[in-house]
Structure formats: structure tokens, C-alpha cells
């Protein structure tokens, strides 16, 4: 793929989704597609939709009609996904929780080690470069050996970017990633976000923080009552 | 908010007071002594021809025991009352006057002699040895059995000439809480031998056939009654009374309609009312007895073989542990993970472990099924602790493994790990620290659960601190030894268990 057509192709294509859970939809027929190189903000109202739309793009959410596409991976709506594909499509998509969700037992550098040697085979002395790389780079290499409960929510949530982006995903999913933190903080975040964008990442955050969206996103694209303005 | 329960809590206090008096009133099942009732102990669980309760009415005891005991209070003018008391607890029940009189088949023994007061003997017993029929020609005296295993009742004249056995002979003696399972266990080639006196032998092989009773007398003993210590003038009147039984033939009577009257009690009592001298037992030396040394002396002569059995306590509560948390991990990620088949039989299992006495699962595992599996003692104890255990350490994991939040399990999965890595590396590490207090109490419990597989004849702490008390005649410095070795054992566990969770919870920052 030529140059060019990497830095406009979509990574993700997300067409018709439709979730109901019980009598409930909370998609409704939702669509988004984010180029690579982009940094897209999901915004909306509480119950939008927007965490519900990021969980069924990382597979945590089976959906009953529609199609997600993740950068060759395709989430077919209405159908289980297979091990395969959501193997797969883990290899293509980070996700970063609105909490964190830092292993509590694991100290920040066995955070971000455990999927590259677990789930992508590489050899743990690769997996402790590459975390050491990433820590570093977020300004919490520090930190490396503390626990979880041991960060502030600005380090845990570097630590939580880092852990995700240590596969290298063509895609990086952040769930309110403002939402614990101060305006420095966010600054900080916003610094770093730019910073990825730099180097070619795509990203797709789901945010209420109006004036975060409009200081670093890309493009801005809204819901409501689960469906993409 | 606090002050309300306290105003509640004292407005009730007398109600509850005087509820929990009545409540210990009624479990304290011991009748108090009256004027007019001469209350007796025994053990019914004997069996007859001492003590057993009538097959017809079982509310009505009958066997030898039963009507001396009648004689004696109709002698003294009252009326016999029972109290129901586990042999081997008969002497301190007496001590602490909870009966006036224990007769249950009990033993003339010097320690008996030196620490209640006993009454003349009534009944000449000899110990005799039962073996298998086929080797009723290789095994004739205790020499013939070297390298063997021998059973007999805990706390008896017959344990302690095993164990002097086991010295010379090089024997193994095995302790049993009962008289009947040494004859089955014989029968099932479990042991070699029982040694045990000739009316118990005799009861048996009625009932239990494929073995004999060799005609050699190992030794001889005597049944007595016993009474507290500072009732010195009870038991004159009683062996007043049991003179008279033995004079007029009363006692004969008895004796014969329980078909235990030989050749051997004319002479005793003949002994007996002459005012001979009778020895606690023949065929055994006496003399080095506990009885002739301290409690302390006692204690250093036991201290080996408790910390002997205190090593068997820990053995089998490690490896009991090991096996419950292998199968309780097993069983709960069959409940977690399973189909709904498999939750149901896991379910099941644990329900039924937990609704029945651990004490019948030994019993079903060791003689229940001995006629399929035939276990050896401390196998089956190891596996019914385990087995057990297991259902309770199921329930602590599986808790625990419901407690790691989804959000975990969420980072995991989208990281790509494997539902099985999930397990492995995040859930079953964070319910690990979970489940580690409980499993710590579990086994400190189990430690002490360990005790219960004495009825499976395996010698650890508790059944050998029985035996030290026994035969010392008290339980001060036996159960002082026995709680120390105890809390020796379950203090480093609780120590670890805290610094483990000092070490988990510690900064490392």
C-alpha cells in the first residue's frame, strides 16, 4: 500500500449497527468511519450510545444487525464472532477504560508486558524494551515497578496507553479519558494524544469534555439516543 | 444510631440471660445427684453383654453392667438413673461428679487405682489374641507377629501390652475407638491381629465370622466399677454390696444369663472375699507404668511420641490442604466455566459435603466401602479431609473468582488474551489473594479437623494426647502439651498468611 493510501484509508468502518439489549436499542443503526491518522471524539449526551459503540468496535459487545470493519477485520451483526476473528481483531485494536483497568496484581511494567509475551508470543526481554520505550515515552518510566493502586490517575492512565499501544494496534479506543482528571492533567494528555497522532496512530475517544474534543480531535462526530448525527 | 440496639439489647438483656441459662440447663444433659437416684455411667455404644441398648425397646439398656448397676442402687434404697458417657471419658466424668459410678467393662488398671476410687473386682477377663482363621496355625502368640499390624481398643490394658509388644516383638500396634471395627478390619486383612480380652472377642466372632480366637492367655485382667476419688465411703458401700452379690450368687446369676460366667470368676471371687491382695492385671508389667512416675516425668517419657504424632498432624493436614485446593480450584472453574450439566454435578457435590458430618464421610470412605476399596487408614483420612475440604475451598474460589471486577477481565480480553490466559494470569491471581485469608482460617480448622481421623485408627495429636491422659489419669498436662504442639503448628501458618498479605499490600514505590 502506497504511502498515501496508508495515511487516508480507513482503519475503521463502522455501518448500520443496531444493539438491543433486551427490549432496550442502544444503537440504532449507527455509523463512523475514521481515516488513519485521525483523532476522532465521540461526543454526546450520558446513554448516547458513545461507550456502548467503542465496547462493540473491541469486541466486548455482540450486536444484532449492521457490520464493523477494523482495518481488514469484519464484525459481522446478527452472528457470534468467531475465536479467530475476535483474535484477530484484537491484534488491530488498544482500548483504554474510562477506569483504567490496570491488572491490580501486576506492577505498571508487568501491565504492559503481559500481552506482547502472552498473547503475541514475543520474548519477555523484546516485551521489557518495548514497555520500557512506551513508560518513558509517557513520562512514567518512574513508575515502572509500583502498583496500581499505587499511581495517580494521570500515571495509571499513561500506564493504561501504554499497555495498549504495546501490540501496536493500527487502532486506539479511549473511553472518557478526561474524565478523572484536572485541567493540567488534561493538557497533559492532550500533549501526548498529539503526539501519537505524530506518529501515524488513529484514534477514536468517546468524551462529554467539549472543550478537550475541540482543542485536540480531528473531527468531532455526535450522537444521540444511539444513533451518529 | 448506635444508642438504639444498646437500649433494645439491655431492655431484652434479662430475657436473654435467662434464656441462655436455660438453654446450657438443657443441653447440660447430666442429671444432678438427688437423694433418692444413684446415677451410673457407661457407654452403651459397648454393645452387650455390658451395656447396649435393647433391640426390642431402645430406650431400655440391658447387658451384665446395666444389672449390677440395678443391684447396687436397690441396695443402697435408690433408684438407678444412666448417664450416657463416651468409655474413654468415664474416669474424668466420675472425677468431676457427673455419676456416682462408672461400670461399662472398665479395666482394673494401677493408674484407675491411683486416681479414683475403684471397687473390688467383679469379673476376671482374660486378653486374648484373634487372628484370621487362616493363619490361626503361623500367628499363636504376639512373638509370631513381628513386622505385624495388631489392633485393640484405645486406652486398654491390651494397648499398653501391644505397645511394650511393638518394643520386643516388633509389632505395629493399632488403636481403635471401638471393639467392633479391629474384628472387621482383621476379617478384611486391614491388620494382622487383635488383641483385646476374651468377652469382647467371644461377642464378636458370634456376629463376625473368619477369624479365631487362639486359646493362649496373653494376660489377665478384671473389671471394676469406679467412683470419685473423695468418695472413699461410697465405694466401701458398693463393694459391700458387691460382696454380698458374689456371696448369695446373685452376681453368678447375672452373669451366667449373659453367658459370660467360666471357670475363672469363682476363684475370684473367692480371692475377693477372703480380702486377698488382687493385681491390677497379670501378664504385664505394672510397675513401669506411668502411674510410678510425675506427670511431668509422664510427659517427657510421651513427648516423643506426641511430637511423633504432631508430625503425622501437619503430614496429613499439608498434604490434605495441597489436595483440597487442587480439586476446590477444580471445582470452581467447573462452576464458573462449566455447562449447565457440569454446574449441577459440581453444585451437587458440594451440597452434599457440606450437608453431611464429616465424621460419616470417613466412615463411608474407610469401612463403608472397604468391601470395593479397600484404602489404607491414613489414605482414607488424607482423602476425606481432602475431599471435604475441597467443597469448602470450591465455594471460597469460586466467591473470589466472582469478585474480580469485569473490568479486569474486559483489559484482559482485549488485549487478546485467551480465555484461558484470562484465567491463568489475571482472574485466578487476583482470587488467589482473595481466597487467601479464608483458606488460611480453612486450614488452621483443618489442622484441628485432623483430629477426627483417629476413628480411622491413624496415631496423630489429638488420639495420642488421649491415650497420654488416659493413662496418666488426668488432662491437665497432656491437653497443655496438646494445645501447645497445636499452636505450634498453627501460628507460623497465620504468621505467613499475614506476611503474605502485608507483602501483597505493601508499596513498592
Aim: with cysteine.
Amino acid at each position: 500500500m502506497a504511502e498515501t493510501d496508508r495515511m487516508t484509508h480507513p482503519v475503521l468502518r463502522i455501518a448500520d449497527v443496531r444493539l438491543d439489549r433486551g427490549a432496550r436499542t442502544i444503537l440504532t443503526g449507527a455509523a463512523v468511519e475514521v481515516t488513519s491518522g485521525e483523532l476522532v471524539a465521540l461526543m454526546g449526551p450520558s446513554g448516547s450510545g458513545k461507550t456502548t459503540l467503542l465496547r462493540a468496535v473491541a469486541g466486548l459487545e455482540s450486536f444484532q444487525a449492521g457490520r464493523i470493519e477494523v482495518d481488514g477485520v469484519t464484525l459481522q451483526g446478527g452472528s457470534m464472532a468467531t475465536r479467530a476473528t475476535l483474535a484477530a481483531l484484537r491484534r488491530k485494536v488498544g482500548m483504554v477504560f474510562q477506569f483504567h483497568c490496570l491488572f491490580e496484581h501486576l506492577t505498571a511494567v508487568q501491565n504492559v508486558c503481559l500481552a506482547p509475551v502472552h498473547a503475541h508470543g514475543l520474548r519477555p526481554a523484546d516485551a521489557a524494551r518495548r514497555a520500557d520505550e512506551l513508560l518513558t515515552a509517557f513520562g512514567v518510566s518512574h513508575r515502572a515497578h509500583a502498583l496500581p493502586r499505587e499511581l495517580s490517575g494521570g500515571e495509571a492512565q499513561r500506564v493504561a496507553i501504554a499497555r495498549a499501544l504495546a501490540v501496536d494496534p493500527p487502532l486506539l479506543l479511549m473511553d472518557e479519558p478526561t474524565a478523572s482528571l484536572d485541567a493540567i492533567r488534561r493538557g497533559e494528555l492532550g500533549a501526548l494524544l498529539r503526539e501519537l497522532l505524530a506518529q501515524g496512530r488513529t484514534l477514536l475517544i468517546a468524551t462529554h469534555d467539549e472543550d478537550f474534543a475541540r482543542a485536540f480531535a480531528t473531527r468531532i462526530v455526535r450522537m444521540e439516543d444511539g444513533a451518529v448525527l | 444510631m448506635l444508642a438504639r440496639p444498646a437500649r433494645r439489647f439491655r431492655r431484652f438483656a434479662p430475657l436473654f440471660t435467662a434464656f441462655v441459662v436455660g438453654a446450657i440447663a438443657a443441653v447440660e444433659a447430666q442429671p444432678a445427684e438427688s437423694p433418692g437416684v444413684f446415677r451410673w455411667a457407661g457407654d452403651p455404644e459397648g454393645g452387650a453383654p455390658f451395656v447396649e441398648a435393647d433391640p426390642a425397646h431402645p430406650d431400655t439398656l440391658e447387658g451384665f453392667d446395666v444389672e449390677i448397676a440395678t443391684l447396687i442402687a436397690r441396695a443402697l434404697g435408690r433408684q438407678p438413673q444412666f448417664v450416657n458417657v463416651t468409655f474413654w471419658s468415664i474416669d474424668q466424668s466420675i472425677a468431676r461428679g457427673d455419676a456416682e459410678i462408672g461400670l461399662s467393662g472398665i479395666e482394673d488398671t494401677p493408674t484407675r487405682r491411683a486416681t479414683l476410687a475403684v471397687t473390688v473386682p467383679y469379673y476376671e477377663f482374660r486378653e486374648v489374641l484373634s487372628v484370621r482363621d487362616a493363619d490361626a496355625g503361623t500367628f499363636r502368640t504376639l512373638a509370631d507377629l513381628r513386622g505385624r499390624r495388631v489392633g485393640t481398643l484405645q486406652g486398654t490394658i491390651a494397648y499398653d501390652i501391644l505397645l511394650r509388644a511393638g518394643r520386643d516383638y516388633g509389632l505395629e500396634a493399632v488403636s481403635y475407638e471401638d471393639d467392633v471395627h479391629p474384628f472387621s478390619d482383621l476379617v478384611l486383612g486391614r491388620i494382622d491381629a487383635v488383641l483385646l480380652d476374651n468377652v469382647l472377642a467371644n461377642r464378636r466372632r458370634r456376629t463376625e465370622p473368619g477369624f479365631t480366637i487362639q486359646p493362649q492367655t496373653v494376660a489377665v485382667g478384671h473389671y471394676i466399677g469406679v467412683v470419685a476419688a473423695d468418695r472413699a465411703p461410697l465405694r466401701d458401700s458398693i463393694n459391700e454390696i458387691l460382696r454380698n452379690a458374689m456371696r448369695d450368687g446373685s452376681l453368678e446369676r447375672i452373669f451366667r444369663k449373659w453367658n459370660v460366667w467360666d471357670d475363672a470368676q469363682p476363684g475370684l471371687f473367692a480371692r475377693v472375699l477372703a480380702g486377698t491382695p488382687i493385681e491390677p492385671a497379670t501378664g504385664i508389667d505394672t510397675q513401669s507404668g506411668p502411674l510410678h512416675t510425675t506427670q511431668w516425668q509422664a510427659a517427657g517419657r510421651y513427648l516423643p511420641s506426641l511430637v511423633r504424632a504432631s508430625v503425622v498432624t501437619i503430614v496429613l493436614s499439608c498434604l490434605s490442604m495441597g489436595l483440597a485446593v487442587v480439586v476446590g480450584v477444580l471445582i470452581a472453574t467447573g462452576r464458573v466455566y462449566g455447562g449447565p450439566l457440569a454446574r449441577l454435578a459440581l453444585t451437587g457435590y458440594v451440597e452434599l459435603i457440606r450437608g453431611t458430618p464429616i465424621l460419616l464421610q470417613l466412615f463411608v470412605l474407610y469401612y463403608g466401602l472397604a468391601a470395593a476399596v479397600r484404602l489404607p487408614a491414613f489414605a482414607a483420612a488424607l482423602l476425606g479431609l481432602a475431599l471435604n475440604y475441597a467443597a469448602y475451598e470450591s465455594e471460597i474460589y469460586r466467591s473470589a473468582l466472582e469478585a474480580v471486577s469485569t473490568g479486569q477481565l474486559e483489559a484482559a480480553r482485549t488485549l487478546g488474551l485467551s480465555e484461558r490466559q484470562v484465567l491463568t494470569l489475571v482472574r485466578g491471581p487476583q482470587a488467589f489473594r482473595l481466597a487467601l485469608a479464608p483458606m488460611t482460617n480453612d486450614f488452621v480448622a483443618l489442622l484441628k479437623d485432623s483430629s477426627l481421623v483417629s476413628v480411622l485408627t491413624v496415631m496423630e495429636l489429638t488420639k495420642q494426647t488421649q491415650i497420654f491422659a488416659t493413662n496418666v489419669g488426668s488432662w491437665v498436662v497432656p491437653g497443655a502439651l496438646c494445645a501447645g504442639l497445636y499452636l505450634a503448628m498453627s501460628l507460623p501458618v497465620a504468621a505467613l498468611a499475614r506476611s503474605l498479605e502485608t507483602r501483597w499490600r505493601k508499596p513498592t514505590a
